[in-house]
């Protein structure tokens, strides 16, 4: 893949790859988001700062467009874990930029924080 636009991601993400200036995939996307988005699974290894959570991310948030299932009210459909409550943010503000032109809404739940709110939030 030589662009974002050879994935066939939904116009929603599309759009918002080109405002967040996204142009050529990095090695490990190209090499994930066409087998993760026919919803197979995939293990991806690469070091630091290579776009991994694009990787994941967007083909999840193309995934749930192109479902035209109704959700069920208060209840998730996506949950991401990440060992670190800073990995956490930084993927929480990809999913918001990546689906910026969606309407889905994200939360993040961590660890030493009240549950009571986080909880609400995810429903």
Do not use: W
């Amino acid at each position: 893949m030589t662009s974002f636009q050879d994935f066939g991601l939904a116009d929603p993400i599309s759009r918002a790859l080109k405002e967040e200036n996204y142009v050529t995939p990095t090695p490990i996307q190209a090499q994930t988001i066409p087998i993760a988005i026919t919803g197979r699974d995939v293990i991806g290894i690469a070091q630091t700062g290579t776009g991994k959570t694009a990787s994941f991310a967007l083909p999840i948030l193309h995934r749930l467009l192109e479902n035209r299932i109704k959700p069920q009210p208060k209840t998730c459909r996506v949950l991401v874990l990440s060992p670190t409550r800073e990995l956490s943010g930084q993927i929480l503000e990809s999913f918001n930029a990546y689906g910026r032109h969606i309407k889905l809404t994200s939360a993040l739940a961590i660890g030493g924080v009240t549950m009571g709110r986080q909880v609400r939030s995810v429903m």
